[in-house]
């Protein structure tokens, strides 16, 4: 039958000779390529003993920022939780107590904030919209868990440690 595209081809079966028939030195040709791949350079890394350096703009965990007075930047203005495509931020934001001045930058801070790690798409968006430059995303790989619950990070896990401000003064004077 005339095919609708007219780029039929009519193939032909040629018969093997002898050399074909003996398969041998496709074998040879097989082996060949073996051995070539046998001493090529392994491109595999044996994580976790082997670690590959990662890209400047390797995205890791998010951490929230402490000012140079070691307070909490985050204002909990919620602005990270609207510009996230994959809805993992949620937050309770509180008032700022009298006496709290020294824990917390803004008069209204994050009482709860909460990453789901398994929603997290890694995108970078929160840190973009953050205009208080208290969120970044240069922790380390999340690590793995077999329970879901152990992926929603709070506070806990995100607030970057405090700092000694006596060393860091000292190391801006020297
Ligand atoms: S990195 Fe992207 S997906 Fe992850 S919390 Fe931030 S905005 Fe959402
Ligand atoms: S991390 Fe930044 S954007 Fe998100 S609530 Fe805190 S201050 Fe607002």
């Known amino acids: 039958m005339q095919s609708l595209s007219n780029r039929k081809k009519v193939l032909e079966q040629k018969p093997m000779n002898i050399w074909e028939r003996m398969y041998l030195p496709a074998i040879a040709k097989g082996l060949a390529i073996?051995?070539?791949?046998?001493?090529?350079?392994?491109?595999?890394?044996?994580?976790?003993?082997?670690?590959?350096?990662?890209?400047?703009?390797?995205?890791?965990?998010?951490?929230?920022?402490?000012?140079?007075?070691?307070?909490?930047?985050c204002t909990a203005c919620g602005l990270c939780a609207l510009s996230c495509?994959?809805?993992?931020?949620?937050?309770?934001?509180?008032e700022r107590q009298k006496g709290e001045e020294n824990l917390y930058r803004e008069e209204k801070y994050a009482a709860v904030y909460e990453i789901?790690?398994?929603r997290c798409i890694f995108c970078g968006l929160c840190e973009e919209a953050c205009p208080k430059e208290a969120?970044?995303?240069?922790?380390?790989?999340?690590?793995?868990s077999y329970l879901?619950?152990?992926?929603?990070?709070?506070?806990?896990?995100l607030v970057e440690p405090k700092f000694?401000?006596?060393?860091?003064?000292?190391?801006?004077?020297?």
Do not use: C, W
């Open 135 to 144: 969120i970044y995303l240069d922790g380390p790989h999340v690590t793995a």
């Open 164 to 174: 000694d401000i006596t060393q860091l003064q000292q190391k801006s004077i020297t």
């Open 34 to 73: 073996t051995l070539r791949h046998f001493f090529k350079k392994i491109p595999t890394v044996k994580y976790p003993e082997q670690i590959r350096p990662y890209s400047k703009n390797f995205r890791g965990q998010h951490s929230l920022k402490r000012d140079e007075q070691g307070r909490e930047r």
């Open 116 to 118: 789901n790690m398994l």
């Open 85 to 94: 495509p994959a809805e993992a931020i949620t937050m309770t934001a509180a």
């Open 148 to 157: 879901r619950k152990d992926f929603i990070y709070g506070k806990d896990k």
